[in-house]
């Protein structure tokens, strides 16, 4: 590819809107743009190393018995309400109405489609098991799309589902797509993570994510250095700290004027958080829930709103907590009644904690899990952090930060027993199948490999997935001699099935040697006055600093072998 030709062009200043490195990088080398929030156009450059993604995908999924085929984005909204997902994706829907009003949405995923396919598809324990996987559009309405290709409102993902007899055989093909999944991100030159992580509106019993471990990332995770524990911080557990030991004392109403948060409460008195009880409160599908926590900790909404089974969580303004006639700054258990109530296991963990009085500028000193209060739900809905103590081995969690790059479920018979997805077994009884889904979004993956490989000056792209392999640098493009050295290369090269973009601009050096390295393909080629009078080439690989000059008959050879070619 002619660098003259190509659409789209490199831009010197980052812009201004770009939030982190991969949205700056992909900008600024003009590989894609920003139509609206969260809607992006891949140009050439971004287009060809998409594909490439796309590609390593489909090697990995068909050698493991995966069958590609396309499936419609717009669905009927009555197959969602059917599985009831309208109101677990809830806003995050497109929806829509045909002509004849009939209510359409545009896919976030493709669960219901692909079991009727299969309900449609299959009778018998011989059609099973099944790997059917599309590469396809997507569409989620993100309240806050950001990240560049990181956080999108439509977006492109493989999405696979299995098929299987049994919950065995479900497991088989879990792991067998896990073990796919791992090849893909080792192709792509990127090492991942596998954690433990929450099935959200997807559903299903286990879910795992693979995690690209980089400080940009948007995901905390959660892990123990002594065993495999690693878990997304939505999903991990931790054994919490205990408290002190001491003898319960008598409750005690103390004056804690203009005291409404607990940071403020605990320079007042002078204790630590740990000492106290917390009080938040939320609205659950409509209803006030007041949720305990220990002082210290903070709640994983995540974990609370899957303890409520609930479809919408959000926290309470300050006019529905005192329309529900409690006191914010100042609200414990103690004496409150008519209101559903969560507590999480910490606060049992201490003794004598300090919590509300329920009235203003009031709180209580000693009080004592359960002779003071009781609870409707006591579950674990902290927020782990480092420093507790792992759930498996007792050993000392550690956090780092991640971009997720793949997600895998068990689905089990969730959707085959709502929808009807049957087979007939060996005696001739009819079961329903079970089933995995397997997602991973490619845009995501792209922005994630720039996450992870990049310096001051530009990308670094991993071989694999790099637009081209060579970015061909004549520096003279006044000088016949270069010139028509650098047409013969390219001609040369592109015969040989080397990929190469080839910088044939009238521009100064410093603009093309800063546009290769802002660009990252892995090697640079330079022909200048200098080289052709020593008969050779000058080779640069992307993650290299120092360059080397190369006999110009030894070139090709010299590319493959880097390449692996």
Known sequence: MRLSKLFGKTLRQTP????????????KAGMI???????????PLGWRALRKIENIIREEMNAIGGQE??????QPLEMWEETERDLAFGKGLFTLSDRRDRKLILGPTHEEVM???VRRNVQSYRDLPLFLYQIQTKFRDEPRPRGGLLRVREFTMKDLYTFDADEEAMDVSYHKVIGAYQRIYECCGLPSMVVEADSGAIGGKDSHEFMVITESGEDQVIYCSKCDYSANVDKAESVKLPGEEEK???????????IKTIEALTNFLGIPRKKTIKAVFYVADGEMVFVAIRGDLEVNEVKLKNALNCHELRLASDEEVAEAGLVAGSA???????????????????VNLVAG?????????????????EVDLMTDIAIAQAGEGCPRCGGELQSTRGIEVGHVFKLGTFFSERLGATYVDQSGVERPIYMGCYGIGTGRLLAAAIEQNHDEKGIIWPIPIAPYHVHLCPLSPDNEQVVSAAEKLYLQLEEQGLEVLFDDRIESPGVKLNDADLLGMPLRLILSPRTLSTGSVEIKERREKEATLVPWEEIEGRLKAILSL
């Open 16 to 27: 201004s809107e770009a939030e982190n490195v991969s949205h700056q990088l992909l900008l």
């Open 33 to 43: 743009h920003q139509l609206a929030a969260g809607i992006y156009s891949y140009l």
């Open 69 to 74: 085929l396309m499936m419609p984005v717009l």
């Open 115 to 117: 079991t009727q396919l």
């Open 248 to 258: 319960p004392l008598p409750v005690e109403e103390i004056a804690t004027p203009g």
């Open 332 to 350: 414990s258990l103690a004496g409150v009644t008519g209101v559903k109530s969560v507590a999480d296991p910490s606060i049992t963990l201490g």
């Open 357 to 373: 009085a329920n009235k203003p500028d009031t709180h209580l000193k000693n009080v004592n899990y359960p002779r003071d209060f």
